[in-house]
């Protein structure tokens, strides 16, 4: 499964992916005529001057060729001379450009430019890579596929990255979590502010058979705000008002009238959670579906004049008391919806939920 982290950096993951390869590989042709990457174990003693010289032998084999130019190219890698590395290898991409190596070449570019704190020149080459060049097989593992998983990483365009999770599912399919990469592709989209394919591909991750345990780095509750959202947008949400002060009157005047059919139809229909302060709102014990009859009857509800101080342009909270002698005080949750998806109901406000006891 491809598993990244946007908030680490890039240099620790290229390191462990990428310089190793660089310096413990080297190229032969597959007898199918593809290039493959196999351990190289003629490490070449010549120095550098040695190796320009024998490059010049227009009668040398691609095999031949390969390890010499690998050989000085990881030569300058192993010092860390980025700079001759780059000139190096450029010069030899734009003056051999029928080597079928050339995709390497340019993939040991770009982390050139990578450990020079160059980013966007090296997603340059890593497109650049996938758009102009056959893809190599690196000990088993597809250049193309490393420079995407890098793409991803160092991108700092939104539409970019659904491009390049679009192409690891199209092209790579049985080499990541496609259910993870649909929820990745949805969240990029919300960014783009392309709801529709958002919702699209909300879908596709909650179809997907793992969806509901699935753990991805930096999404703890992935399948249930996927569903939550999901089930929001499928519903009437008729519950909702312009307002949050029409909304509020509602609610108390069908307190003070013990008006419980009302209440319950200003109660949201999707994702509605009653919990104590402590307990988290996508856990599984804090959503609930109940009739406010069964609390009101035979009960003395009471409400305060005012919204409580910790309410905020996007959210409020209304203290009542009067609901059961185990828990009397209930907090009234109120919040702004945001679903830019529906510009009808974004900004509007919903009763979204209940606290139950003190807040803390």
């Known amino acids: 499964m491809l598993r990244y982290n946007t908030s680490m950096?890039?240099?620790p993951l290229i390191a462990t992916s990428l310089c190793s390869l660089f310096l413990c590989t080297a190229c032969v042709p597959r007898s199918d005529g593809n290039a493959k990457i196999g351990v190289d174990s003629r490490a070449s003693r010549a120095t550098h001057e040695q190796l320009a010289e024998l490059l010049k032998n227009q009668s040398l084999s691609d095999e031949t060729r390969y390890a010499i130019v690998n050989s000085m190219a990881k030569n300058m890698l192993s010092v860390k001379d980025y700079t001759s590395l780059i000139?190096?290898?450029?010069?030899?991409?734009e003056t051999h450009p029928q080597d079928m190596f050339n995709s390497w070449w340019l993939l040991m570019t770009a982390y050139a430019y990578l450990e020079s704190n160059a980013s966007p020149i090296a997603e340059y080459y890593l497109e650049r890579i996938i758009r102009d060049y056959p893809d190599l097989s690196v000990q088993g593992t597809s250049v193309h596929?490393?420079?995407l998983q890098h793409l991803i990483q160092i991108s700092r365009s939104s539409a970019n990255r659904i491009s390049y999770f679009n192409q690891l599912i199209t092209n790579f399919p049985n080499d990541v979590s496609r259910t993870e990469m649909y929820l990745r592709l949805a969240r990029e989209y919300e960014q783009e502010g392309d709801w529709n394919q958002a919702v699209k591909s909300y879908t596709l991750f909650l179809e997907q058979e793992d969806a509901?345990?699935?753990q991805i780095a930096g999404i703890p509750n992935a399948y249930v705000e996927a569903k939550q959202l999901i089930d929001f947008n499928n519903s009437s949400k008729?519950?909702?008002f312009e307002t949050l002060d029409a909304l509020v009157a509602a609610v108390k005047n069908a307190i003070s009238t013990y008006n419980w059919q009302a209440l319950d139809r200003y109660k949201s229909k999707v994702n509605f959670f009653t919990m104590s302060w402590r307990?988290?709102?996508t856990g599984n014990n804090s959503l609930a579906n109940f009739s406010m009859r069964s609390f009101m009857v035979g009960n003395r509800i009471r409400y305060n004049a005012e919204l409580d101080s910790?309410?905020?342009p996007w959210e409020a909270y209304l203290r009542t008391t009067g609901w059961s002698n185990y828990v009397n005080i209930w907090y009234l949750y109120f919040r702004k919806v945001n679903f830019p998806a529906d510009p009808d109901i974004h900004g509007r406000w919903e009763w979204a939920g209940i606290y139950l006891g003190e807040k803390l």
């Open 87 to 93: 000139l190096f290898l450029t010069d030899w991409v």
């Open 238 to 240: 008729d519950w909702t």
């Open 145 to 147: 596929f490393l420079c």
């Open 279 to 281: 307990q988290d709102e």
């Open 212 to 214: 509901t345990t699935i």
């Open 310 to 312: 910790m309410s905020s």
């Open 9 to 11: 950096g890039i240099k």
